[in-house]
């Protein structure tokens, strides 16, 4: 089964330094998200992404968050400035449409620790 | 969007039946329910998805109440590897349905 790929696996930041994470969603796939996942809670929906531009941003996704996809095959999420609060498990998913009945294929997660 | 209600964790023995519940009640007539996966704090994995009828794939079944205020995730023989938290989602027919609301979902201990 194709696979949504994230990379680095674990990234660790000090505090107030820009973080960038990075996804490959999967080749055919128009339709692209962050989610993450804070250790002991739930996953949270950050931002959803099509035809170059964000779709729909939670609460959470403030202006301290960009999202882009440079070259036709990455999806990158940066951090700014990162806080604390902001350690947490990325992950990033992608589906070919976004009709109802679509599944979302995640990745496998970036663990991202700020100092 | 409807909200679920899951109970917080479930015991299976390896082999057996994993019978997983999930409370809809609010579901309106476009909404899906889907269910994922995430097993040991990797990505969310899709298992299955329906809307009225009962649906089956490889992975497990879904068995949906002709009320669709309920679901319920079968999985017909749990491995060890079923040790999971299951997810049971509601997402709406149209509009930006990538936005999956997470609850807490049903921890799944699979008990040899």
């Known amino acids: 089964e194709p696979e949504v790929t994230q990379t680095p696996s674990h990234q660790v930041t000090q505090m107030g330094q820009e973080v960038i994470l990075r996804c490959v969603p999967i080749?055919?796939?128009?339709?692209f998200y962050w989610y993450r996942q804070i250790l002991g809670q739930k996953v949270e929906f950050l931002v959803s992404f099509y035809n170059n531009e964000i779709s729909e941003k939670s609460e959470i996704f403030d202006d301290q968050f960009s999202v882009e996809r440079p070259d036709g095959s990455n999806f990158t999420l940066k951090i700014r400035s990162t806080k604390l609060e902001d350690s947490a498990m990325y992950f990033c998913?992608?589906?070919?449409?976004?009709?109802?009945?679509?599944?979302?294929?995640f990745g496998s997660g970036t663990q991202l620790s700020v100092l | 969007d409807a909200k679920t209600t899951q109970p917080t964790s479930m015991d299976c023995a390896e082999g057996r039946a994993a019978n997983l519940p999930c409370n809809h009640s609010t579901i309106s007539g476009n909404e899906y329910v889907y269910w994922y996966r995430q097993i040991h704090s990797q990505g969310p994995q899709y298992i299955i998805h329906?809307?009225?009828n009962n649906e089956t794939n490889e992975m497990a079944s879904l068995i949906i109440t002709e009320d669709r205020k309920s679901s319920t995730l079968i999985l017909p023989h749990a491995t060890l590897r079923d040790t999971a938290v299951y997810y049971c989602?509601?997402?709406?027919?149209?509009?930006?349905?990538?936005?999956?609301?997470f609850g807490q979902g049903t921890t799944l201990q699979v008990k040899p």
């Open positions: 329906g809307l009225k």
């Open positions: 080749s055919n796939h128009l339709y």
């Open positions: 998913a992608s589906t070919y449409t976004d009709r109802a009945k679509e599944k979302l294929f």
């Open positions: 989602i509601v997402r709406p027919g149209s509009g930006n349905t990538g936005k999956l609301i």
